[in-house]
């Protein structure tokens, strides 16, 4: 967990203090004349990550970084090895296992070898790697009390999107060809992406002034009229309003199996934890006696803390338990 957040933060810092292909003063290319060639395909593929090409750097600070970023992703793969040693194949199917090998693999591609700084493509790999490491972050807070319980929620929205995702594209697709016959609008022109502005008009982006109005349409003028109030009811109105309440409709659902499948990951994540620690440093740690007093106030502050966050659900049990034996007791 420490590791994955030093991690993540070190490489938020690498992405802020670098310089940006739109950022002034970025001149990947020009001190070496080592433009890309997009027309020559060798040429091109050839200076894919190629440390030549890349502008060197020597403040302080961005090495810091650079080094403090190498050193977190060494742990993190170190800690993923001692895993995938200890459960094996079960392990190395996971979600989190994939995710973080690739994390690890585009970062590594883009900020390898140090001192030099990242160029088109090695932001592209960055790019597809923070957005890799985020989701493998949010695997983590799942484990959290306070908030895990809605991103239980939303992996499941997730999945109930996904399901109806393939109706999506047939029907965007099918409103696209007309479209792109049609329409002479910017996005529907020849080497244009049609079906993603065909997208873009089912989530509401209709610009019915500017693509139906003032725009010469001629001979398709009034077929478009008709093509528009098709896609308004069975793209904006009928397709959305089913996606959205087949994903609304299962929050009531996720609500009552969430505390429950929150509770299977951390069990899961204990059991990998320990798995993956060696069993002499692993006796170090063992507790075999844990007390909760729940009516006991905390004294100091990080007690008040640790009773807050640590474990609130826990107390709350145990303060019902309580409650319905004395009950028991009375009646």
């Given at each position: 967990m420490f590791t994955q957040v030093g991690f993540l933060?070190?490489?938020?810092?690498?992405?802020?203090?670098?310089?940006?292909?739109?950022?002034?003063?970025?001149?990947?290319?020009?001190?070496?004349?080592?433009?890309?060639?997009?027309?020559?395909?060798s040429v091109y593929l050839s200076r894919l990550f190629d440390p030549s090409s890349r502008p060197q750097f020597s403040e302080t600070h961005l090495v810091v970084v650079q080094r403090a970023l190498h050193f977190f992703m060494l742990t993190v793969f170190l800690w993923e090895a001692a895993t995938l040693w200890s459960l094996g194949r079960?392990?190395?199917?996971?979600?989190?296992?994939?995710?973080?090998?690739?994390?690890?693999?585009?970062?590594?591609?883009?900020?390898?070898?140090?001192?030099?700084?990242?160029?088109?493509?090695?932001?592209?790999?960055?790019?597809?790697?923070?957005?890799?490491?985020?989701?493998?972050?949010?695997?983590?807070?799942?484990?959290f009390d306070?908030?895990?319980?809605?991103?239980?929620?939303?992996?499941?929205?997730?999945?109930?999107?996904?399901?109806v995702s393939l109706m999506l594209f047939f029907?965007?697709?099918?409103?696209?060809?007309?479209?792109?016959?049609?329409?002479?609008?910017d996005g529907f022109k020849q080497g244009q992406p049609s079906i993603i502005s065909t997208l873009a008009m089912t989530l509401g982006e209709m610009q019915f002034r500017d693509n139906f109005i003032k725009g010469n349409n001629s001979p398709f003028t009034y077929d478009l009229y008709v093509l528009f109030i098709v896609c308004c009811i069975f793209l904006n109105l009928a397709l959305m309003n089913l996606m959205i309440g087949a994903a609304v409709g299962d929050i009531s659902k996720v609500e009552k199996r969430a505390y429950i499948t929150r509770l299977r990951t951390q069990v899961n994540f204990l059991l990998e934890s320990e798995a993956?620690?060696?069993?002499?440093?692993?006796?170090?740690?063992?507790v075999?006696?844990?007390v909760i007093?729940?009516?006991?106030?905390?004294?100091?502050?990080?007690?008040?803390?640790?009773h807050r966050f640590i474990y609130p659900e826990q107390i709350e049990f145990i303060k019902k338990t309580e409650e319905q034996n004395q009950t028991a007791e009375r009646t």
């Amino acid at each position: 967990m420490f590791t994955q957040v030093g991690f993540l933060v070190s490489l938020c810092l690498y992405y802020l203090l670098m310089k940006k292909p739109h950022d002034d003063g970025y001149n990947c290319y020009t001190s070496r004349n080592a433009a890309p060639n997009h027309t020559n395909g060798s040429v091109y593929l050839s200076r894919l990550f190629d440390p030549s090409s890349r502008p060197q750097f020597s403040e302080t600070h961005l090495v810091v970084v650079q080094r403090a970023l190498h050193f977190f992703m060494l742990t993190v793969f170190l800690w993923e090895a001692a895993t995938l040693w200890s459960l094996g194949r079960r392990h190395a199917m996971s979600v989190q296992f994939v995710l973080t090998m690739l994390s690890l693999l585009l970062i590594s591609a883009a900020t390898l070898p140090g001192g030099y700084a990242p160029c088109d493509n090695e932001w592209r790999a960055i790019a597809a790697g923070s957005m890799t490491s985020f989701l493998i972050f949010s695997l983590f807070i799942v484990r959290f009390d306070q908030i895990g319980f809605y991103f239980v929620m939303y992996f499941e929205v997730i999945k109930t999107m996904l399901k109806v995702s393939l109706m999506l594209f047939f029907f965007v697709l099918g409103m696209s060809i007309p479209l792109d016959v049609m329409m002479p609008q910017d996005g529907f022109k020849q080497g244009q992406p049609s079906i993603i502005s065909t997208l873009a008009m089912t989530l509401g982006e209709m610009q019915f002034r500017d693509n139906f109005i003032k725009g010469n349409n001629s001979p398709f003028t009034y077929d478009l009229y008709v093509l528009f109030i098709v896609c308004c009811i069975f793209l904006n109105l009928a397709l959305m309003n089913l996606m959205i309440g087949a994903a609304v409709g299962d929050i009531s659902k996720v609500e009552k199996r969430a505390y429950i499948t929150r509770l299977r990951t951390q069990v899961n994540f204990l059991l990998e934890s320990e798995a993956a620690v060696l069993s002499g440093i692993r006796g170090w740690f063992h507790v075999e006696k844990l007390v909760i007093r729940p009516n006991k106030k905390p004294k100091t502050f990080w007690q008040a803390i640790y009773h807050r966050f640590i474990y609130p659900e826990q107390i709350e049990f145990i303060k019902k338990t309580e409650e319905q034996n004395q009950t028991a007791e009375r009646t």
